[in-house]
């Protein structure tokens, strides 16, 4: 049972563009969300994230928005580089949860063109 | 400060063999975990620790498969014997309690 799904399995992009990358979740005791960034050949990294409590966390040209009614939240870069392009996963943490176990999704890819 | 480190980066190994992949967390992080990338399953959980003690093997393939922490600067993942469906991208990651994971820089496993 996938628990986080990320429907689009790729995105393209023009340089300058908005990128907006989509998650969705089923549990509802989901209380903690995170993005994170993977290019080819290393581990996965920390983008942003965002509580339950909140609606929209924003770090530079990236913005996430979590929509709780809908059970889902998207990642929005703006404006896109090429330097963007790599894998992005959302994942998420249970309220329950003491160590922080992430539920990953399968992942986007973004290919940013110049 | 140093991040996860995992050895070997790759390990190209035939089947049958024992294969041991080694991790050391971030100093003071006192969660680990490891994982375990395909193409077809994305990135999995594998197993994870809470101050050296495994808390969820759920996600261990089978009996083949185990892991050790014997203290908070190392564990390790053995698979004995190894599979050509053993062939991913294992990531260790670690991170504060209730925090930001942080990953290494994963072993490429290749069981021929």
């Known amino acids: 049972d996938q628990q986080v799904k990320q429907n689009s399995p790729s995105l393209s992009v023009q340089e300058g563009r908005i990128s907006i990358l989509n998650c969705d979740y089923t549990n509802s005791m989901f209380d903690y969300f995170l993005w994170y960034k993977k290019y080819p050949a290393e581990g996965p990294t920390f983008l942003i994230s965002?509580?339950?409590?909140?609606d929209k966390n924003e770090d530079g040209r990236f913005t996430v928005f979590l929509n709780k009614s809908a059970k889902h939240l998207s990642l929005h870069i703006v404006p896109s580089q090429p330097g963007d392009s790599a894998v992005y996963f959302c994942?998420?943490?249970?309220?329950?949860?003491?160590?922080?176990?992430?539920?990953f999704g399968q992942g986007t890819t973004l290919q940013v063109k110049p | 400060d140093a991040g996860v480190i995992q050895s070997p980066r790759h390990e190209v190994t035939e089947m049958g063999q024992e294969v041991t992949l080694r991790c050391k967390p971030i100093?003071?992080?006192?969660?680990l975990f490891w994982y375990r990338q395909t193409m077809m399953r994305g990135l999995e959980l594998l197993i994870y620790?809470?101050?050296?003690?495994?808390?969820?093997d759920s996600g261990m393939p089978e009996d083949r498969f185990s892991a050790k922490m014997p203290n908070a600067s190392f564990s390790t993942l053995k698979i004995q014997p190894s599979e050509p469906r053993d062939s991913a991208v294992y990531f260790c990651?670690?991170?504060?309690?209730?925090?930001?994971?942080?990953f290494g820089p994963g072993t490429r496993l290749t069981v021929l």
């Open positions: 990651a670690s991170s504060p309690a209730r925090g930001t994971q942080y």
């Open positions: 620790f809470n101050n050296n003690v495994p808390i969820d």
């Open positions: 100093s003071g992080h006192n969660s």
């Open positions: 965002i509580s339950s409590i909140k």
């Open positions: 994942a998420a943490i249970l309220g329950s949860s003491n160590t922080g176990k992430l539920i």
